[in-house]
Protein backbone atom coordinates (compact mmCIF):
# COMPACT_ATOMS: atom_id res chain seq x y z
CA UNK A 1 0.00 0.00 0.00
CA UNK A 2 3.16 2.60 0.34
CA UNK A 3 3.76 4.30 -2.56
CA UNK A 4 7.28 5.50 -3.42
CA UNK A 5 10.87 3.94 -3.20
CA UNK A 6 12.58 2.16 -0.51
CA UNK A 7 13.12 5.48 1.67
CA UNK A 8 10.08 7.45 1.93
CA UNK A 9 10.43 11.23 1.03
CA UNK A 10 8.99 13.49 3.85
CA UNK A 11 6.16 15.45 2.63
CA UNK A 12 5.64 18.81 2.66
CA UNK A 13 1.60 18.96 3.82
CA UNK A 14 0.65 22.54 2.36
CA UNK A 15 -2.97 23.74 1.79
CA UNK A 16 -3.11 22.37 -1.29
CA UNK A 17 -1.91 18.61 -0.20
CA UNK A 18 -4.65 18.70 2.76
CA UNK A 19 -7.51 19.84 0.28
CA UNK A 20 -6.51 16.88 -1.85
CA UNK A 21 -6.38 14.90 1.57
CA UNK A 22 -10.17 16.15 2.27
CA UNK A 23 -11.55 15.26 -0.90
CA UNK A 24 -9.81 12.10 -0.66
CA UNK A 25 -11.60 11.39 2.51
CA UNK A 26 -14.93 12.63 1.53
CA UNK A 27 -17.11 9.45 1.38
CA UNK A 28 -14.08 7.46 3.59
CA UNK A 29 -13.76 7.68 7.37
CA UNK A 30 -10.41 5.99 8.23
CA UNK A 31 -11.79 4.88 11.87
CA UNK A 32 -13.57 2.09 13.00
CA UNK A 33 -13.71 -1.23 12.05
CA UNK A 34 -13.12 -1.12 8.30
CA UNK A 35 -10.29 1.63 9.03
CA UNK A 36 -7.77 0.20 6.88
CA UNK A 37 -10.03 -0.51 3.78
CA UNK A 38 -10.95 2.96 3.81
CA UNK A 39 -7.18 4.04 4.39
CA UNK A 40 -6.91 2.56 1.28
CA UNK A 41 -9.41 3.81 -0.61
CA UNK A 42 -8.20 7.24 0.56
CA UNK A 43 -4.48 6.41 -0.46
CA UNK A 44 -5.78 5.84 -3.91
CA UNK A 45 -7.75 8.43 -4.36
CA UNK A 46 -4.73 10.64 -3.27
CA UNK A 47 -2.61 9.25 -5.57
CA UNK A 48 -5.22 10.08 -8.31
CA UNK A 49 -5.27 13.47 -7.71
CA UNK A 50 -2.38 14.21 -6.76
CA UNK A 51 1.44 14.46 -8.08
CA UNK A 52 3.08 13.94 -4.81
CA UNK A 53 3.73 10.53 -4.27
CA UNK A 54 2.88 9.87 -0.35
CA UNK A 55 2.52 6.40 1.73
CA UNK A 56 -0.49 5.56 3.67
CA UNK A 57 1.81 5.48 6.61
CA UNK A 58 2.65 9.24 6.21
CA UNK A 59 -1.05 9.61 5.47
CA UNK A 60 -2.06 8.17 9.21
CA UNK A 61 0.92 10.19 10.92
CA UNK A 62 -0.42 13.35 9.44
CA UNK A 63 -3.79 12.71 10.20
CA UNK A 64 -2.56 11.74 13.80
CA UNK A 65 -1.47 15.38 14.01
CA UNK A 66 -4.86 17.01 12.86
CA UNK A 67 -6.98 14.73 15.18
CA UNK A 68 -6.74 12.51 17.66
CA UNK A 69 -7.61 9.08 16.03
CA UNK A 70 -7.96 6.62 18.72
CA UNK A 71 -10.35 8.55 20.63
CA UNK A 72 -12.27 9.12 17.00
CA UNK A 73 -11.85 5.30 16.45
CA UNK A 74 -13.15 4.34 20.36
CA UNK A 75 -15.85 6.71 19.35
CA UNK A 76 -17.17 4.74 16.02
CA UNK A 77 -20.15 2.71 16.39
CA UNK A 78 -19.99 -0.72 16.14
CA UNK A 79 -22.41 -2.52 14.18
CA UNK A 80 -22.41 -5.64 15.75
CA UNK A 81 -21.90 -6.55 19.76
CA UNK A 82 -18.06 -7.39 19.60
CA UNK A 83 -18.43 -8.74 23.21
CA UNK A 84 -17.80 -12.60 23.28
CA UNK A 85 -20.45 -14.53 25.28
CA UNK A 86 -20.72 -18.44 26.28
CA UNK A 87 -24.05 -19.60 23.52
CA UNK A 88 -26.13 -22.74 24.81
CA UNK A 89 -28.82 -23.90 22.62
CA UNK A 90 -32.11 -23.81 24.02
CA UNK A 91 -32.78 -27.17 26.36
CA UNK A 92 -36.33 -27.27 25.65
CA UNK A 93 -36.19 -27.30 21.49
CA UNK A 94 -32.91 -28.91 21.00
CA UNK A 95 -32.47 -31.08 24.02
CA UNK A 96 -33.20 -34.57 22.17
CA UNK A 97 -30.34 -33.62 19.44
CA UNK A 98 -27.94 -32.60 22.15
CA UNK A 99 -28.76 -36.28 24.28
CA UNK A 100 -28.17 -38.06 20.98
CA UNK A 101 -25.23 -36.08 19.91
CA UNK A 102 -23.66 -36.75 23.59
CA UNK A 103 -24.47 -40.84 23.40
CA UNK A 104 -23.02 -40.42 19.30
CA UNK A 105 -19.78 -38.91 21.32
CA UNK A 106 -19.88 -41.50 23.82
CA UNK A 107 -19.63 -44.30 21.18
CA UNK A 108 -17.10 -42.57 19.06
CA UNK A 109 -15.16 -42.30 21.79
CA UNK A 110 -15.28 -45.86 22.83
CA UNK A 111 -14.59 -46.63 19.41
CA UNK A 112 -11.55 -44.93 18.90
CA UNK A 113 -10.40 -46.45 21.93
CA UNK A 114 -10.92 -49.73 20.61
CA UNK A 115 -8.85 -49.21 17.71
CA UNK A 116 -6.16 -47.98 19.40
CA UNK A 117 -6.09 -51.07 21.42
CA UNK A 118 -6.23 -52.75 17.91
CA UNK A 119 -3.88 -51.00 16.45
CA UNK A 120 -1.48 -51.50 19.35
CA UNK A 121 -2.07 -54.85 18.91
CA UNK A 122 -1.47 -55.35 15.15
CA UNK A 123 1.59 -53.57 15.67
CA UNK A 124 3.33 -55.77 18.63
CA UNK A 125 2.37 -58.67 16.75
CA UNK A 126 4.36 -56.93 13.64
CA UNK A 127 7.31 -56.28 15.61
CA UNK A 128 7.28 -60.00 16.81
CA UNK A 129 6.39 -61.12 13.10
CA UNK A 130 9.69 -58.78 12.13
CA UNK A 131 11.66 -60.31 14.68
CA UNK A 132 11.16 -64.02 13.43
CA UNK A 133 12.01 -63.18 9.60
CA UNK A 134 15.36 -61.81 10.92
CA UNK A 135 15.94 -65.08 12.66
CA UNK A 136 14.68 -67.08 10.21
CA UNK A 137 16.81 -65.40 7.42
CA UNK A 138 13.55 -65.95 4.80
CA UNK A 139 10.39 -64.12 4.54
CA UNK A 140 7.12 -65.56 3.75
CA UNK A 141 5.41 -63.92 0.26
CA UNK A 142 2.04 -63.97 -0.77
CA UNK A 143 0.73 -63.22 -3.96
CA UNK A 144 -2.59 -62.39 -4.89
CA UNK A 145 -3.75 -63.47 -7.91
CA UNK A 146 -6.54 -61.82 -10.71
CA UNK A 147 -7.46 -65.03 -12.08
CA UNK A 148 -6.95 -68.52 -11.78
CA UNK A 149 -3.42 -69.75 -10.59
CA UNK A 150 -2.06 -70.73 -13.74
CA UNK A 151 -3.38 -67.61 -15.24
CA UNK A 152 -0.78 -64.27 -15.32
CA UNK A 153 -2.07 -61.39 -14.48
CA UNK A 154 -3.13 -58.97 -17.56
CA UNK A 155 -0.67 -56.70 -16.20
CA UNK A 156 2.31 -58.69 -17.02
CA UNK A 157 1.03 -60.92 -19.86
CA UNK A 158 3.50 -60.43 -23.04
CA UNK A 159 1.85 -60.32 -25.96
Known amino acids: MA ?3 DEEQP ?3 GPEMEVALFYAMRKHKPV ?15 MQCSTIKVSSKQIWEHLGTMYDMQALHE ?3 MPFSNSEENFELPEQDYGDLKKEKAKNSEKASVHDDDKKETK ?6 GQQQAAAEKEGGKRKRTRQSAGTPNEAPTSKRRR
Open 3 to 5: GGG
Open 11 to 13: VQW
Open 32 to 46: GINKNFHMMCIYENL
Open 75 to 77: SEV
Open 120 to 125: TKTSSS
